[in-house]
């Protein structure tokens, strides 16, 4: 018994349907590894840079609530440098001191006088490494160190020191 035609022509028809359909399927797939591996690199980058950003943003917030004339230095205390933000609430004195300490951004705020050690102070964000430099009077440089030891930067200037 041989084919006919139109049988033919509908095997034909069926096998182009069923290839173009494995096609789609397989540029679905694709489509999907690529922007998921796409996705996975966007966030990796996001999350590395997170830590440095985060942390020179807190450190700069930090410094424009306490710009006063005399109140914010880069201090060395215990083989570290901190930032030493002076305040006063109801006549007292207080120092806000923020630092890298132990694989952390740290605060400690403390009445002026008393000398709390600087592992008394609260971890505010995991970083990998932060230094701090007073260039002048008025400037600040901050230098932050994410996961894969790429450095960000900010320079800051006192309003209070011009």
């Keep these: 018994m041989s084919s006919s035609p139109t049988n033919r022509q509908h095997t034909v028809d069926s096998l182009f349907t069923l290839s173009l359909l494995g096609v789609f399927a397989i540029s679905a797939l694709l489509v999907t590894v690529f922007g998921a591996n796409t996705y996975e690199k966007i966030v990796s980058a996001s999350r590395k840079t ?5 942390a020179l943003s807190y450190v ?30 109801n006549g007292r004195s207080y120092i806000t001191y923020v630092y890298y300490q132990d694989g952390m ?48 930067e900010i320079t800051v200037a006192l309003n209070s020191a011009g």
């Design 50 to 54: 997170y830590e440095s950003t985060t």
């Design 60 to 89: 700069r917030e930090k410094i424009r609530q306490n710009d006063a004339a005399g109140c914010i230095s880069v201090e060395r205390l215990e083989d570290t440098d901190v930032l030493s933000l002076k305040s006063s609430v």
């Design 105 to 152: 951004l740290r605060e400690l705020y403390q009445q002026e006088g008393y000398d709390l050690p600087l592992s008394a102070g609260q971890g505010i964000l995991k970083v990998h490494g932060l230094s701090m430099e007073q260039v002048s009077d008025s400037l600040l440089r901050f230098t932050a160190i994410d996961e894969d030891g790429s450095e960000s």
